[in-house]
């Protein structure tokens, strides 16, 4: 059986409330919708035993705030402003997240969270599910959480940080968690320079002779 997504492994603090009127979901919508259609997030009968699979978030403002999609969200092809959640504080050293919104975060949230913590730059991040650009990580040169790491963890948040220490992750923008299967993680300045990074890499990958997603 494939490892479940939308297990919350981290200590969360939640409210359940509408999201602030200020929060705008038509961006981070509008790509992941995109994303779904590609078959890099979403839930597919054929794919991890049908479990939901990969999220995307963006940064409000210059604040470490974030918003990002909901915890089994994934069955849904559009989503609302129902389905996403607003996380106002990350602590990876406190192996905790407080969050309010219609629904919980994803439970990659700490993953996400951490990313906004170590560069400033960073407003949006994908978390998608691409086997081709997974299962070719090594001939395309890519940044890799050990596989011993399991995902939504305060452990691979710690992961994360040693990318950025000891790989060329700040300049690729993209990384595999290698004990996560197919998952795939790009992030950018803007959506769609996250989106590029995942699409060029997609792209290589095909070009090597992976299978496509779908």
Not at 190 to 202: G, H, N, P, S
Request: glycine content about 8%; aromatic content about 8%.
């Amino acid at each position: 059986m494939a490892e479940q997504e939308g297990v919350i492994k981290f200590q969360l603090s939640y409210q359940p409330m509408a999201l602030p009127p200020a929060v705008n979901i038509a961006e981070i919508n509008a790509w992941r919708t995109l994303c779904v259609q590609l078959g890099m997030l979403g839930q597919h009968p054929a794919r991890y035993d049908n479990y939901g699979f990969g999220n995307i978030s963006q940064r409000l403002g210059q604040s470490a705030q974030f918003i990002i999609s909901g915890t089994q969200t994934g069955g849904k092809k559009v989503l609302t402003a129902a389905d996403y959640a607003l996380v106002s504080q990350c602590q990876p050293e406190l192996k905790r997240i407080e969050a309010l919104g219609p629904c919980k975060p994803s439970s990659e949230a700490m993953t996400h969270g951490q990313l906004y913590l170590l560069e400033q730059n960073i407003h949006f991040v994908i978390h998608a599910h691409c086997p081709a650009i997974w299962h070719y990580a090594d001939r395309l040169n890519l940044p890799q959480t050990r596989a011993d790491i399991p995902y939504g963890t305060v452990a691979m948040a710690t992961e994360v940080g040693r990318l950025f220490v000891e790989t060329a992750v700040v300049q690729q923008r993209i990384f595999t968690m290698a004990g996560h299967e197919d998952g795939v993680v790009t992030f950018g300045s803007t959506a769609a320079a996250a989106f590029q990074v995942l699409a060029e890499y997609y792209a290589l990958a095909l070009r090597l002779g992976a299978e496509p997603n779908i």
